[in-house]
Nanobody, 122 residues
């Protein structure tokens, strides 16, 4: 059973950058893929990006070209580098693990972090 702990959220101005981290602990034999999701108030949780154990990466159209996902398996940590941030990026950001291939569906992921707030405002 993998446990995920997130960090790195905060307040940033439009056009700025921020990097989020997701660190896994406990058993990690099922640490096959990590996805990043976000949820704004009153809206559904949406998939943003996913990285497989072999480092294949996937992005939603809303963040493609601006966000970069990566992982350091030795540190059991996945990162989300966010650039050119916009006010519409404001949301709670979550990481989640899946013991299979990458997916963008909330129901496919079995373990979730606590979420970290990202606010983009002038």
């Amino acid at each position: 059973q993998v446990q995920l702990v997130e960090s790195g959220g905060g307040l940033v101005q439009p056009g700025g950058s921020l990097t989020l981290s997701c660190t896994a602990s406990g058993f990690t034999s099922d640490y096959y893929a990590i996805g990043w999701f976000r949820q704004a108030p009153g809206k559904e949780r949406a998939g943003l990006s996913c990285i497989s154990r072999s480092r294949s990466t996937y992005y939603s159209d809303s963040v493609k070209g601006r966000f970069t996902i990566s992982r350091n398996n030795a540190k059991n940590t996945v990162y989300l580098q966010m650039h050119s941030l916009k006010p519409e990026d404001t949301a709670v950001y979550y990481c989640a693990s899946r013991d299979y291939y990458c997916s963008n569906l909330v129901g496919d992921f079995g373990s979730w972090g606590q979420g970290t707030q990202v606010t983009v405002s002038s």
